[in-house]
């Protein structure tokens, strides 16, 4: 009878135990951090396709952070929002955002970006633009190779859900995101 019992507790501390876990997974995954799969090469070389990466949710959704110059964001595709991308923040609101044989410039001043290497720069040209208020201007690191606020403009500040913190896969490359 002892015996009965004990192993009766020890099986309902080991339920407590795994459903415990399994509620702290979910509000990690749900608020915190969530896997997400690249796709395409438009932020090479910083994240190359299919690389997986953790995204911070929180730092976004409760105003922990604003959303700040040279953060790889996550958002939802402002002409199709139901596709995610993820791009650098190039321009805040307010800025004066400018791209000139391919050289970027921010309020009439070059920005100085070590992550895009030569062999990933265009020649591509832009008129001057303002960006809105609650909107970013974001490029892809591989600007040959990228769709971004060149071709459709700035993102809206209640699409972007996500800054890149973290790339967990493959393990050669893990760690935390510049």
Do not use: C
Not at 7 to 14: E, G, R, S, V
Not at 117 to 146: C, F
């Amino acid at each position: 009878m002892e015996r009965e019992k004990s192993a009766l507790a020890a099986t309902l501390q080991w339920m407590r135990d795994i459903f415990l876990s399994v509620v702290i997974a979910v509000v990690v995954i749900l608020f915190l951090y969530q896997p997400v799969k690249v796709e395409g090469t438009s932020m090479m070389p910083a994240l190359r396709d299919q690389e997986r990466i953790f995204i911070n949710k929180f730092v976004y959704k409760f105003g922990i952070s604003e959303v700040s110059r040279g953060a790889m964001v996550v958002f939802w595709f402002p002409q199709d929002p139901t596709k995610s991308y993820i791009k650098r923040v190039i321009g805040v609101p307010g800025d004066l955002v400018q791209v000139d044989s391919g050289r970027v410039f921010v309020n009439g001043k070059p920005m100085e970006e070590d992550y895009v290497p030569e062999e990933y720069r265009d020649r591509m040209s832009t008129m001057p633009m303002r960006v809105p208020e609650d909107h970013y201007y974001v490029m892809g690191d591989h600007r040959s190779s990228s769709n971004d606020s060149r071709a459709w403009g700035p993102v809206a500040r209640k699409y972007i859900y996500g800054k890149a913190v973290f790339v967990y896969w493959p393990l050669e490359k893990a760690g935390v995101l510049h």
